[in-house]
Structures are given as structure tokens and as C-alpha cells.
């Protein structure tokens, strides 16, 4: 199972624990759109932090309740191995000190060798404490019988850097990007000889380029921070 973290060359003595070396291409997730099983809002006082984040992956909005999971959608857009994800999927029955109950995760997650997994999102602080580690072995059981992985993931690996900032940066250049950006982008950096500055792009094949580094097509040393002297280069399996 993939960790959460963008393909390049990761450092493996950053200790970031999303990060890992394997390399796929793009496929298109087939997943429909979503409508979250649980509400999202503030109704009756509550403070959740919640907007809407464009989601390039499966080419519609949606909608987070905390800034934490607005971060981790960063990260998972910039995972080549991810190729859909949804909010608050559906309820999931769970057996917890002897009596039913029912929680929603935040996540649901495909990937691309089909995979699936449910991530929760939670602060550090509530996911050491032993009664959510009760209830998250509980989630966990109930997720394994229906044939999903089951993770809890906290703000020290979502928001760990450089590697937030790069992808934020990433996704926010390749928004627009369309399947000919990339490919045209690609085709450049291949003329260029497979490897170019970040800076010495042409500014209208940003867009794709940065489509194509999420989209695992090129790469770059994700544990120095994204900038004008980054180094791209075109991935062994599409040269």
C-alpha cells in the first residue's frame, strides 16, 4: 500500500513517513460524483474550518470541514499513485465495547492497483490518547472485513515540509492544465533534452508541467523546497 506523498526522488533519511520511491502513470478513476454521507457545517455552534477545494483528480469540488483535511487533499492530489478520493464516503458500522455504532471516515481512497483505504484525519493530540485508539483498532477491524486498509494520518505527516508547500504549489500551477497541456509540456522537456529548470520554462507550459510532475510523468528532488532552480526531469518509463 502507498504511503501519502508526491513521486520523485524522496529522501528516505528525511523521515518523512509518506514518502516513498514508486513511480506509476496516471489512470482515470472512473468514480462518480460524490455527495458526502455525513453534513458538513456548522449548525449548532460548531467552529469547523469548512470550504471547498477543487480536486484535479476527480475533476469536481469538494467539500472539507477542518484545515487539516484541506492539507492532506494537497497531498493526496500530488500522489500519482492515488486516482480518486472522497470526503465522508458512507456510515461504517463498527463493534466498540460491546454495542454497534457507526462512524463516517474522512476519506476513502482508490489507487491505482485497486486498491482502497480509509483514512482518518486527526490532530497528534487526539490520536494518542487511548480511547480514540480503542475506537480507531475498532474502525480498523470493521474496514478489513469490508476490504479497505485503515490509517490514521496527523498533522506531523500531512503537513510535514517542504513537501506541503511543493504540493501546493504544484496544484495550484495545474489547475487549468488540460490532458494536451501536459502532454505538449512533456514533449518540450523531452526536446530540451528530458531535463530542465523549473525557471527556464516557458510560462505557457507551466501549467502542464506541473500536471505532469503530480501525474507521475516527470519528477524532481521533493525534499528540497519547489522553486525556479528545481530540476525536472522526464521518469525512466516515459522516456
Given at each position: 500500500m502507498p504511503e501519502i506523498s508526491p513521486v520523485a526522488f524522496s529522501n528516505p533519511k528525511s523521515g518523512d513517513q509518506l514518502m516513498h520511491l514508486k513511480?506509476?502513470?496516471?489512470?482515470?478513476?472512473?468514480?462518480?460524483?460524490?455527495?458526502?454521507?455525513?453534513?458538513?457545517?456548522?449548525?449548532?455552534?460548531?467552529?469547523?474550518?469548512?470550504?471547498?477545494f477543487y480536486s484535479r483528480k476527480n475533476e469536481e469540488h469538494l467539500r472539507y470541514e477542518s484545515r487539516l483535511e484541506r492539507d492532506l487533499c494537497f497531498r493526496l492530489e500530488s500522489i500519482p499513485e492515488v486516482t480518486s478520493y472522497r470526503p465522508q464516503p458512507f456510515r461504517l458500522p463498527l463493534a466498540l465495547d460491546n454495542k454497534l455504532r457507526v462512524t463516517t471516515p474522512d476519506f476513502e481512497v482508490f489507487y491505482i492497483d485497486h486498491t482502497r483505504e480509509l483514512i482518518e484525519v486527526k490532530y497528534a493530540s487526539v490520536a494518542s490518547r487511548d480511547d480514540f485508539r480503542k475506537r480507531a483498532d475498532a474502525v480498523r477491524n470493521s474496514a478489513h472485513h469490508r476490504g479497505y486498509t485503515y490509517r490514521v494520518v496527523t498533522e506531523r505527516e500531512i503537513r510535514r515540509q517542504p513537501q506541503l508547500s511543493n504540493a501546493k504549489t504544484l496544484v495550484r500551477y495545474a489547475r487549468f492544465a488540460t490532458l494536451a497541456h501536459r502532454n505538449t509540456a512533456v514533449q518540450k522537456i523531452r526536446e530540451n533534452g528530458g531535463t530542465i529548470q523549473w525557471g527556464a520554462?516557458?510560462?505557457?507550459?507551466?501549467?502542464g508541467s506541473a500536471a505532469a510532475i503530480l501525474d507521475g510523468l516527470l519528477t524532481y528532488d521533493t525534499s528540497e523546497v519547489f522553486g525556479c532552480r528545481t530540476s525536472i526531469a522526464i521518469v525512466d518509463e516515459v522516456i
Amino acid at each position: 500500500m502507498p504511503e501519502i506523498s508526491p513521486v520523485a526522488f524522496s529522501n528516505p533519511k528525511s523521515g518523512d513517513q509518506l514518502m516513498h520511491l514508486k513511480t506509476v502513470s496516471p489512470v482515470a478513476s472512473g468514480q462518480p460524483n460524490h455527495t458526502p454521507a455525513r453534513r458538513i457545517d456548522n449548525r449548532g455552534g460548531g467552529t469547523n474550518h469548512i470550504g471547498e477545494f477543487y480536486s484535479r483528480k476527480n475533476e469536481e469540488h469538494l467539500r472539507y470541514e477542518s484545515r487539516l483535511e484541506r492539507d492532506l487533499c494537497f497531498r493526496l492530489e500530488s500522489i500519482p499513485e492515488v486516482t480518486s478520493y472522497r470526503p465522508q464516503p458512507f456510515r461504517l458500522p463498527l463493534a466498540l465495547d460491546n454495542k454497534l455504532r457507526v462512524t463516517t471516515p474522512d476519506f476513502e481512497v482508490f489507487y491505482i492497483d485497486h486498491t482502497r483505504e480509509l483514512i482518518e484525519v486527526k490532530y497528534a493530540s487526539v490520536a494518542s490518547r487511548d480511547d480514540f485508539r480503542k475506537r480507531a483498532d475498532a474502525v480498523r477491524n470493521s474496514a478489513h472485513h469490508r476490504g479497505y486498509t485503515y490509517r490514521v494520518v496527523t498533522e506531523r505527516e500531512i503537513r510535514r515540509q517542504p513537501q506541503l508547500s511543493n504540493a501546493k504549489t504544484l496544484v495550484r500551477y495545474a489547475r487549468f492544465a488540460t490532458l494536451a497541456h501536459r502532454n505538449t509540456a512533456v514533449q518540450k522537456i523531452r526536446e530540451n533534452g528530458g531535463t530542465i529548470q523549473w525557471g527556464a520554462i516557458h510560462p505557457k507550459y507551466l501549467a502542464g508541467s506541473a500536471a505532469a510532475i503530480l501525474d507521475g510523468l516527470l519528477t524532481y528532488d521533493t525534499s528540497e523546497v519547489f522553486g525556479c532552480r528545481t530540476s525536472i526531469a522526464i521518469v525512466d518509463e516515459v522516456i
